[in-house]
């Protein structure tokens, strides 16, 4: 009895109500969502919005009105339509406010920059695009179960693929090399590590006294590159480079 008073107490004492002037912009987002209205819902998307590799990013207003049912499907709406603007979209300090523990994320100038959900067109669509991007890699590393990233720094190509049962592939290129060759280097067993709720995370591989992290940055600060390469020999940093997210 004790035990269950005292998480009431503390649900009360740390949870706060989304502030009103945030209300107000979760309130009209939530009308859109509900008259079904793309245009309206679209001038609150902050563009390029990304989706889960490899589907393509969302590039514009009128790309989004088009593929606006492929993303915002019935349950989605159902679950933004249905939510509490007080109680079930929260603030999280400069990431944002986040709907349902991270489903969907709105900027504090009333901009939706993450939707961290995936349709079942978007799935069916994703695994399609799978099988069409293994064919065209080196034979080396055409077996994988899902394909996570491709980060390009000035000096890399890096593609991160997930082999299944929490066995991430790290392979590497120079630059100018194009996918179809063999790897200058592949390292496997890797480990994906979240960095809180706002979608942000890094991916080791350890390669003898070395480690590779490659950390993926979708909620930063201003400035934020999407995407860092940084190598490690024992403690010491020998190489940092920014790297951005190759889109399909």
Same mark, same amino acid.
């Given at each position: 009895?004790?035990?269950?008073?005292?998480?009431?107490?503390?649900?009360?004492? %740390?949870?706060?109500?989304?502030?009103?002037?945030?209300?107000?912009?979760?309130?009209?987002?939530?009308?859109?969502?509900?008259?079904?209205?793309?245009?309206?819902?679209?001038?609150?998307?902050? %563009?390029?919005? #990304?989706?889960?590799?490899?589907?393509?990013?969302?590039?514009?207003?009128?790309?989004?009105? #088009?593929?606006?049912?492929?993303?915002?499907?019935?349950?989605?709406?159902?679950?933004?339509?249905?939510?509490?603007?007080?109680?079930?979209?929260?603030?999280?300090?400069?990431?944002?406010?986040?709907?349902?523990?991270?489903?969907?994320?709105?900027?504090?100038?009333?901009?939706?920059?993450?939707?961290?959900?995936?349709? #079942? %067109?978007?799935?069916?669509?994703?695994?399609?695009?799978?099988?069409?991007?293994?064919?065209?890699?080196?034979?080396?590393?055409?077996?994988?179960?899902?394909?996570?990233?491709?980060?390009?720094?000035?000096?890399?190509?890096?593609?991160?693929?997930?082999?299944?049962?929490?066995?991430?592939?790290?392979?590497?290129?120079?630059?100018?090399?194009?996918?179809?060759?063999?790897?200058?280097?592949?390292?496997?067993?890797?480990?994906?590590?979240?960095?809180?709720?706002?979608?942000?995370?890094?991916?080791? %591989?350890?390669?003898?006294?070395?480690?590779?992290?490659?950390?993926?940055?979708?909620?930063?600060?201003?400035?934020?590159?999407?995407?860092?390469?940084?190598?490690?020999?024992?403690?010491?940093?020998?190489?940092?480079?920014?790297?951005?997210?190759?889109?399909?």
């Amino acid at each position: 009895m004790y035990f269950t008073i005292f998480i009431f107490c503390s649900q009360l004492t %740390f949870s706060q109500d989304l502030k009103p002037e945030y209300q107000k912009f979760v309130k009209s987002f939530i009308a859109n969502v509900k008259a079904n209205n793309r245009e309206g819902v679209s001038k609150f998307i902050s %563009f390029p919005l #990304k989706r889960d590799y490899p589907i393509p990013e969302v590039k514009n207003k009128a790309d989004f009105i #088009k593929r606006y049912d492929q993303i915002f499907d019935a349950t989605l709406k159902n679950g933004i339509i249905k939510s509490n603007p007080a109680k079930d979209w929260e603030e999280v300090g400069w990431r944002g406010i986040m709907l349902y523990s991270g489903t969907l994320w709105i900027d504090t100038n009333g901009k939706v920059i993450a939707v961290n959900y995936q349709s #079942k %067109f978007e799935n069916d669509l994703k695994n399609k695009l799978v099988v069409a991007e293994k064919s065209k890699l080196h034979p080396s590393i055409a077996k994988f179960e899902t394909p996570v990233c491709i980060l390009e720094t000035s000096k890399f190509r890096i593609r991160i693929d997930d082999l299944g049962n929490d066995n991430y592939r790290y392979a590497s290129w120079s630059i100018k090399k194009p996918m179809s060759e063999e790897p200058d280097l592949v390292i496997t067993n890797g480990k994906w590590v979240a960095d809180g709720s706002g979608g942000n995370s890094h991916y080791d %591989f350890k390669k003898e006294v070395y480690v590779y992290e490659c950390y993926i940055i979708k909620m930063g600060e201003d400035g934020s590159p999407p995407a860092i390469l940084t190598i490690y020999q024992g403690d010491k940093v020998i190489l940092e480079q920014d790297a951005k997210i190759v889109p399909r």
